[in-house]
């Protein structure tokens, strides 16, 4: 497959990692690499010395160039998955292609990587059982004179600060 490099991708983290003087001997350095995201294949051209993270920022400017789609994700909110196993953000993207992941070769020839959006959640539990906490505290009330009730001005900030983290 024959394409060209997108501006943004031929400059900044490839010229000056490999520190090339010319854009062909960038273009020889690089690999395909394919990304499935959003039901769309996107090609992007990237040094394999580069990490995972750093290739999830690409790709992210990559999106945000390419479709009207306004991505307000940072790259720790994707998820990159090949041949059903997540990336690590630690390791580049030659550590996969060559096996030295103690993984396996995940990335060989022309292979596609999965991307996906890590799904947030799992407060739920944790705020009812807040609000139960509270709804005792209430019911507790006429057993205790009311002292339960000092309790609820502590309880509430959780609610509202538990979805910011999850």
């Not at 024959?2 to 690089?30: F, H």
């Not at 507790?140 to 609610?159: A, N, Y």
Request: glycine letters at 10%.
């Amino acid at each position: 497959i024959a394409m060209a490099i997108p501006k943004g991708i031929s400059g900044g983290i490839l010229d000056g990692a490999a520190g090339l003087s010319s854009d062909q001997e960038i273009i020889d350095r690089n690999i395909n690499v394919f990304f499935a995201f959003g039901g769309k294949t996107h090609c992007l051209y990237l040094d394999p010395q580069l990490t995972i993270k750093s290739a999830k920022q690409l790709f992210l400017k990559h999106v945000r160039e390419t479709t009207d789609w306004q991505c307000r994700f940072r790259p720790s909110d994707l998820s990159m998955i090949s041949r059903g196993v997540p990336l690590d953000d630690e390791f580049s993207i030659q550590d996969y292609c060559a096996g030295r992941n103690n993984k396996g070769e995940l990335l060989p020839g022309h292979a596609t990587i999965q991307v996906s959006l890590r799904q947030r959640g799992g407060c739920f539990l944790i705020s009812a059982f807040v609000l139960f906490l509270i709804m005792s505290a209430c019911v507790g009330s006429l057993c205790t004179c009311g002292c339960s009730l000092l309790v609820i001005p502590f309880l509430l900030p959780l609610l509202f600060i538990l979805p910011l983290f999850c």
